[in-house]
C-alpha cells in the first residue's frame, strides 16, 4: 500500500502539467490579472491566510470588485481565477453557491452580499 501511494504521489507533477495544459495561454493572462486583484484585496482587508478560499471571502471578494465598477463578465473571470488557483493549491473543488449568486447580483446592480 505505501508503494502505491508514492507512485501516486509522483504523478502529481504531472497532473499538474497537464491541468495547466488545459487552459489556454490568454486564459492564464487573464487568471493573472485575477489573482493580481485577489491578491489586492487580500492585502488591502489584511486577510493573511487565504487559502483554502471560505465562501464568506469570495463573497467579500465579489463586492470589492463590484465596488470598483468591473463588469460581471470580469467578476465571473476573477472567481474562476481564485477558484482555479484553489485546485492548483490542492484543496478540494470549492462550489461557492452564494458566491455566484453575489455575482449575479453585482450584475444587477446590487453590489454583491
Known sequence: MDARRLALRDLEGSAQFYFRQGLAESTHHTYSAGMRHFTTFCVTYAVLTPFPVSEQLLC????????????????????????????????????????????????LGYGGC
Request: net charge positive; charged share 25%.
Open 60 to 107: 467579500y471578494f465579489v463586492t470589492y470588485l463590484a465596488d470598483e465598477k468591473l463588469s460581471y463578465q470580469i467578476i465571473k473571470t476573477y472567481l474562476s481565477a481564485v477558484r482555479d488557483a484553489h485546485i492548483t493549491l490542492g484543496f478540494r473543488i470549492p462550489e461557492w453557491r452564494i458566491a455566484c449568486l453575489a455575482s449575479k447580483g453585482s450584475k
